[in-house]
């Protein structure tokens, strides 16, 4: 299964992106898929996750500001942004996390570069 990240872009401070993850093949038999950023000079991190059953997790950065959800019948996964912050300007990925910090189920994607600027 290869995951591409799309939607991006130039983006206003307070501004509200939906950012999508296209699968090339089934995503229902995944127990877990994630969105992960990474910002100029830092590492990768994990900033939200939901499980096959739909249940989320957010990295405290981005709680109740991010919405992950998944639709399994069109091998898609989302992530709502909403009050972007300058902070919040990174190249987003999406992945399968595993059981193991760090590690992850597929290979990289390009991602998409989402910058928040006025």
């Known amino acids: 299964v290869q995951l591409q990240a799309s939607g991006g872009g130039l983006v206003q401070p307070g501004g509200s992106p939906r950012l999508s993850c296209a699968a090339s093949?089934?995503?229902?038999?995944?127990?877990?898929l994630g969105w992960y950023r990474q910002a100029p000079g830092k590492q990768r991190e994990l900033v939200a996750s939901i499980a096959k059953g739909g249940s989320a997790k957010y990295a405290d950065s981005v709680e109740g500001r991010f919405t992950i959800s998944r639709d399994n019948a069109e091998n898609t996964v989302y992530l709502q942004m909403n009050s972007l912050k300058p902070e919040d300007t990174a190249v987003y990925y999406c992945n399968a996390p595993l059981p193991y910090p760090g590690f992850v189920l597929y290979s990289w994607g390009q991602g998409t570069l989402v910058t928040v600027s006025s």
């Open positions: 093949g089934s995503i229902s038999r995944i127990d877990d």
